[in-house]
């Protein structure tokens, strides 16, 4: 059954640095997803993408967050200038269509900032 | 703007005894509603869903949820739970552009 799969499954990281999430998502999906969990909270929409740009983004995802799909199967999650409460798991996900279809997730990738 | 509730944080229950989470939303339009499961250290799994149609729906692992419009609930039921549905439950609701907003989860407890 294809999967979204994400890379590291867990990345520690100095405070202030950079950081990239990785995803390859299921293969005929054009639409991709960033969701971060911070421990204990709700899951949170990050940013939505589509046609190599971004479609929608939340509040939380300002000029330190980048997305990129720099090849036909990749797509990342940059945090240019990481913080303490970065600290969460970052969650990629795909579907389909925009709307009207189920969005299949990752494993995450648990990021600690220290 | 979509919001999911999830009044009930944590459920005990007993092994082969019923299980029914709590959803509501607040939506303008005609909701596309999901259930996801989180196992500890895991990702999301779909349960269920429901787009339109049929306002009681099967999912995977014995699950389903029915629809109710006029309560603006997706409760979600398992007649006879397993130790292995001990997981964190979440509800969502989907707009246009797939974009889902999630409610706050409810973490089911198993007692054998």
């Known amino acids: 059954e294809p999967e979204v799969t994400q890379t590291p499954s867990h990345q520690v990281t100095q405070m202030g640095q950079e950081v990239i999430l990785r995803c390859v998502p299921i293969s005929n999906h054009l639409y991709f997803y960033w969701y971060r969990q911070i421990l204990g909270q709700k899951v949170e929409f990050l940013v939505s993408?589509?046609?190599?740009?971004?479609?929608?983004k939340s509040e939380i995802f300002d000029d330190q967050f980048s997305v990129e799909r720099p090849d036909g199967s990749n797509f990342t999650l940059k945090i240019r200038s990481t913080k303490l409460e970065d600290s969460a798991m970052y969650f990629c996900?795909?579907?389909?269509?925009?709307?009207?279809?189920?969005?299949?997730f990752g494993q995450g990738t648990r990021l600690t900032v220290v | 703007a979509q919001s999911v509730t999830q009044p009930d944080i944590h459920i005990t229950v007993s092994e082969g005894a019923s299980l029914e989470l709590r959803c509501n939303y607040s939506y303008g339009a005609t909701p596309y509603l999901f259930w996801y499961v989180q196992s500890p250290g895991q990702g999301l799994q779909l349960l269920l869903k429901?787009?339109?149609?049929?306002?009681l729906v099967q999912g995977i692992k014995g699950f389903e949820a029915e629809f109710k419009r006029s309560q603006s609930s997706f409760n979600l039921r398992k007649p006879s739970v397993h130790w292995s549905d001990a997981a964190e439950y979440f509800c969502?609701?989907?707009?246009?552009?797939?974009?889902?907003?999630f409610g706050g989860g409810t973490r089911v407890l198993v007692k054998p």
């Open positions: 429901y787009f339109s149609g049929d306002t």
């Open positions: 993408f589509y046609n190599n740009e971004i479609s929608e």
């Open positions: 969502a609701v989907g707009a246009a552009g797939n974009k889902l907003t």
């Open positions: 996900a795909s579907s389909s269509q925009g709307s009207g279809t189920e969005a299949f």
